[in-house]
């Protein structure tokens, strides 16, 4: 399994006001596989990717690319994954506006082949 999502939770707030989002999710994608996310607003997707890409923790569960927990990985090896495995566009912040969707994509696919290390931040 490529991406293995174990058990997963996740939930925003406290106490009386805690919402839980994601309430234990498994799923599994194997290397090239596609995978499509559908569901309406609120239901988890935006928070399931951020945990996927690194950008968020989990409360509970793992996500493992590999066989390799991305919540066993410190900033610069989450970097280089991210780098390596993910190609991630936002949906509102961060795109170049004068280019297209494709173009926008065009560029994160030219900069994951750069040979830029973390330390040349």
């Given amino acids: 399994m490529f991406i293995e999502i174990s058990n997963l939770k996740k939930g925003y707030g406290y106490d009386g006001n805690r919402v839980e989002v994601l309430k234990g999710i498994s799923a599994g994608v194997e ?3 596609i995978c499509v996310l559908l ?3 609120g239901s988890g997707k935006s928070t399931l990717l951020n945990i996927i890409g ?3 923790q989990a409360d509970s569960g793992y996500i493992a690319i590999n066989g390799e927990k991305t919540i066993d990985m410190n900033e610069k090896k989450l970097t280089r994954y991210r780098r390596k495995h993910l190609g991630y566009i936002f949906q509102m912040y961060n795109l170049i506006p004068n280019l297209n969707v494709k173009e926008n994509i065009e560029v994160g696919a030219y900069l994951s082949d750069s040979p830029l290390e973390i330390n040349d931040l």
């Fill in 54 to 56: 690194g950008i968020d």
């Fill in 31 to 33: 290397k090239g596989e």
């Fill in 39 to 41: 569901g309406p607003s």
